[in-house]
């Protein structure tokens, strides 16, 4: 049972480096998302997806992009990284988008120097 | 915009002694209110959702209540092993114009239960 599975768990980047985040669900949840977790900070949304080929911004959604081929899914890039995003990323899902228990995966520790 | 405050930030309790987390909210319309448990180095584990006033739920030594403005977190004897970060968020309805895709998270209170 895999629930939402993340990588990498750490990773360290160069200012101006691009990559991406994994994040796959077994689950069969149609909403995907992705927060970032700071020191001081609640998580906060970045981007989201209600089902495969949809998706949206979050509260902070400069700087990353998000696609959804696939229900299971919703990999996030970094498109020229920066000291601003290191960070603790989660992704999320649950079975639908609203009403019903959200699940996180492991995360991801990216540090941009 | 919604909002969410927990309070304490930080909790040191000795093992047994029972106490509550507060978690107030605004939020245009409640679609739910979560709790999850988060431990160093981890993603938030799932707890409890509560969704109208005057809902309760229990899980061993834990015990959520919802009343229209806040959510308490109520923990009878704690052991060592319940230390961690308890989180709080809220969800609102689409509904009442709210934003139904996100949670809003609290920023947190640290419990640690001493030995």
């Given at each position: 049972n895999a629930g939402v599975t993340q990588t990498p768990k750490f990773q360290v980047l160069k200012t101006g480096q691009s990559m991406t985040l994994q994040c796959a669900q077994?689950?069969?949840?149609?909403y995907m998302s992705w927060y970032r977790q700071d020191p001081g900070m609640g998580l906060r949304l970045i981007h989201y997806s209600v089902g495969a080929g949809i998706t949206d911004q979050g509260e902070v959604p400069n700087g990353y992009n998000v696609s959804r081929s696939t229900t299971e899914d919703f990999p996030l890039r970094l498109l020229s990284a920066a000291p601003s995003q290191t960070s603790v990323y989660f992704c999320a899902s649950s079975l639908?988008?609203?009403g019903n228990t959200i699940y996180f995966g492991e995360g991801s520790w990216l540090t941009v120097v | 915009e919604d909002q969410v405050t927990q309070s304490p930030e930080a909790l040191r309790l000795q093992e047994g002694e029972s106490s509550s987390l507060n978690c107030s909210y605004t939020v245009s319309g409640l679609r739910g209110l979560f709790w999850y448990r988060q431990d160093p180095g981890k993603g938030p584990e799932f707890l409890f959702t509560l969704y109208s006033a005057g809902e309760e739920k229990e899980k061993e030594r834990l015990k959520a209540t919802l009343t229209k403005k806040e959510s308490f977190l109520h923990i009878t004897?704690?052991?060592?092993?319940?230390s961690a970060t308890y989180l709080c968020a809220v969800q609102a309805n689409a509904n009442s114009g709210?934003?139904?895709?996100k949670l809003t998270f609290g920023k947190g209170t640290l419990l640690t239960v001493n030995p």
């Amino acid at each position: 049972n895999a629930g939402v599975t993340q990588t990498p768990k750490f990773q360290v980047l160069k200012t101006g480096q691009s990559m991406t985040l994994q994040c796959a669900q077994d689950m069969n949840h149609e909403y995907m998302s992705w927060y970032r977790q700071d020191p001081g900070m609640g998580l906060r949304l970045i981007h989201y997806s209600v089902g495969a080929g949809i998706t949206d911004q979050g509260e902070v959604p400069n700087g990353y992009n998000v696609s959804r081929s696939t229900t299971e899914d919703f990999p996030l890039r970094l498109l020229s990284a920066a000291p601003s995003q290191t960070s603790v990323y989660f992704c999320a899902s649950s079975l639908q988008v609203s009403g019903n228990t959200i699940y996180f995966g492991e995360g991801s520790w990216l540090t941009v120097v | 915009e919604d909002q969410v405050t927990q309070s304490p930030e930080a909790l040191r309790l000795q093992e047994g002694e029972s106490s509550s987390l507060n978690c107030s909210y605004t939020v245009s319309g409640l679609r739910g209110l979560f709790w999850y448990r988060q431990d160093p180095g981890k993603g938030p584990e799932f707890l409890f959702t509560l969704y109208s006033a005057g809902e309760e739920k229990e899980k061993e030594r834990l015990k959520a209540t919802l009343t229209k403005k806040e959510s308490f977190l109520h923990i009878t004897a704690p052991k060592p092993e319940d230390s961690a970060t308890y989180l709080c968020a809220v969800q609102a309805n689409a509904n009442s114009g709210g934003s139904n895709y996100k949670l809003t998270f609290g920023k947190g209170t640290l419990l640690t239960v001493n030995p």
